[in-house]
T-cell receptor, first 113, second 118 residues
Framework: DQQVKQNSPSLSVQEGRISILNCDYTNSMFDYFLWYKKYPAEGPTFLISISSIKDKNEDGRFTVFLNKSAKHLSLHIVPSQPGDSAVYFCAAKRETSGSRLTFGEGTQLTVNP | EAGVAQSPRYKIIEKRQSVAFWCNPISGHATLYWYQQILGQGPKLLIQFQNNGVVDDSQLPKDRFSAERLKGVDSTLKIQPAKLEDSAVYLC????????????????FGEGSRLTVL
């Protein structure tokens, strides 16, 4: 049962344009969402998060949007840079269940110069 | 601060052999996790420790996988006997208690140990 899904395995954008990565979840008990970035041969690193009490969280070039009714979140990167090329994982958790995260399959983002 | 250390980085074994992975979390991080990441999939939690106690091992295949964290610091994950489907990257992560700023759930990952079972 894949509770967190990232339906696009890959995304390619031009440098300077917007990258939009999408994530859907099925478990309505999830109330905290995170995005991790992973470069080859490295472990995932935390990027940005959002609580279900918000619908938007912004950190520099990165913004995460949450649509609870649609059980959908998205990560916007503006402007995209070649160094953003990596695999992006969406993750979700229930605050009351401790820190166990459920990850999506990941989306490979390629930003072309 | 030093990051999460894992070894070995790469291991190739034949099926039915055994293998062990080691993890040293960030100093002071009481919570330690082992995740399995199969190619093309997201990381899947195998086991979670709080200090030296197991919090969640519901997805650990206990017939062949075992893990311990005897002194509440470093941890080992063992697979015996290995199967072809165990080929994956094994990620160790840690989390410090009492995260401020609302960044709850943030895990710090090591570089992973890539296992190939032939």
């Amino acid at each position: 049962d894949q509770q967190v899904k990232q339906n696009s395995p890959s995304l390619s954008v031009q440098e300077g344009r917007i990258s939009i990565l999408n994530c859907d979840y099925t478990n309505s008990m999830f109330d905290y969402f995170l995005w991790y970035k992973k470069y080859p041969a490295e472990g995932p690193t935390f990027l940005i998060s959002i609580s279900s009490i918000k619908d938007k969280n912004e950190d520099g070039r990165f913004t995460v949007f949450l649509n609870k009714s649609a059980k959908h979140l998205s990560l916007h990167i503006v402007p995209s840079q070649p160094g953003d090329s990596a695999v992006y994982f969406c993750a979700a958790k229930r605050e009351t269940s401790g820190s166990r995260l459920t990850f999506g399959e990941g989306t490979q983002l390629t930003v072309n110069p | 601060e030093a990051g999460v250390a894992q070894s070995p980085r790469y291991k190739i074994i034949e099926k039915r052999q055994s293998v062990a992975f080691w993890c040293n979390p960030i100093s002071g991080h009481a919570t330690l996790y082992w995740y399995q990441q199969i190619l093309g999939q997201g990381p899947k939690l195998l086991i979670q420790f709080q200090n030296n106690g197991v919090v969640d091992d519901s997805q650990l295949p206990k017939d062949r996988f075992s893990a311990e964290r005897l002194k509440g610091v470093d941890s080992t994950l063992k697979i015996q006997p290995a199967k072809l489907e165990d080929s994956a990257v094994y990620l160790c992560a840690s989390r410090r208690p009492g995260l401020a700023g609302g960044r709850t759930g943030e895990l710090f990952f090591g570089e992973g140990s890539r296992l190939t079972v032939l």
